[in-house]
Nanobody
Framework: QVQLVESGGGLVQPGGSLRLSCTAS???????MAWHRQAPGNERELVAT???????TYTDDVKGRFAISRDNAKSMVLLEMNSLEPEDTATYYC?????????????????WGQGTQVTVSS
């Protein structure tokens, strides 16, 4: 059974830092991992992606402030968030594109965590 367990959200002052982590289990293989976020009233947006070879991409809003990393052996993805701004307030979701150990009748390759709240406020 696929599980994505997230941790690390919370309340932080503007300019502060947080680190999010997500541990994946139940996969035969993982192609890439990512973090998305969704603020109230907004659509979910991609924040950062990291591929199996370690290459990564970021949305323009977080470039230079956020860093995504991956531990392939632990099937873990981290998001280091620095210089946080009130506009970063959102629920952050871990995403995995991969092949589960037990595939469903209708093949599924996209998996989401439950979300963790990040609030940036003074």
């Amino acid at each position: 059974q696929v599980q994505l367990v997230e941790s690390g959200g919370g309340l932080v002052q503007p300019g502060g830092s947080l680190r999010l982590s997500c541990t994946a289990s139940g996969f035969f293989s993982i192609h890439y991992m990512a973090w998305h976020r969704q603020a109230p009233g907004n659509e979910r947006e991609l924040v950062a992606t990291i591929f199996k070879n370690g290459s990564s991409t970021y949305t323009d809003d977080v470039k230079g402030r956020f860093a995504i990393s991956r531990d392939n052996a632990k099937s873990m993805v981290l998001l280091e968030m620095n210089s946080l701004e009130p506009e970063d307030t959102a629920t952050y979701y871990c995403y995995v594109r991969g092949v589960p150990l037990r595939q469903t009748m209708v093949p599924q390759y996209d998996f989401w965590g439950q979300g963790t709240q990040v609030t940036v406020s003074s």
